[in-house]
């Protein structure tokens, strides 16, 4: 194993032995882009996170109710495939939500499952917070050329 000692004029630590070979792999064009996709997501998500907070609603909130609004009555399991996380977050999400009467369970003929829906509060709420969430994303978010919009959205 190599031994990793410090550069007495600059308190910098020598590079491991692989280091130097794993560090060009940064140098390719996509893992460029995607570095830079990951930095400028984080930064934006941050910006739009504390704006939402300010108005008392989480991100995650606010997307389980976008898609209720602009999709309709989802599913458990069709919000939480368009967000990314396991069943049992969502759960704990729409109990909350439901305790909270931003929501309310359904369930349509011939179903066993429930599909949930914005109650009035809730339409109320993501109606209040949704143009000033869009002024804040105009803000903060550039936008992307066409090309690079189908690019992206081919992923």
């Known amino acids: 194993m190599a031994k990793i000692t410090k550069n007495p004029n600059t308190g910098s ?20 882009s995607w570095r830079v996709l990951m930095s400028a997501f984080k930064k934006i998500l941050a910006k739009l996170e504390k704006g939402l907070i300010e108005e008392g609603c989480s991100v995650s909130r606010f997307q389980i109710m ?23 977050n969502i759960t704990m999400f729409l109990r909350r939500m439901e305790s909270d009467g931003l929501i309310k369970p359904v ?16 339409l ?24 690079t919009l189908r690019v992206l959205e081919w992923l």
């Open 13 to 32: 630590t020598a590079q491991l032995p692989k280091q130097k070979k794993l560090r060009s792999l940064l140098n390719y064009p996509e893992v460029k």
């Open 66 to 88: 976008f898609y209720l609004y602009f999709d309709g009555n989802q599913s458990a399991i069709a919000i939480s495939r368009k967000l990314i996380v396991t069943r049992g």
């Open 107 to 122: 369930i349509p003929s011939g179903q066993k499952r429930p599909v949930f829906k914005l109650t009035k509060l809730g």
């Open 124 to 147: 109320s709420m993501f109606e209040k917070i949704f143009p000033a969430h869009i002024s804040r994303v105009r803000e903060h978010a550039p936008a992307l050329s066409k090309s």
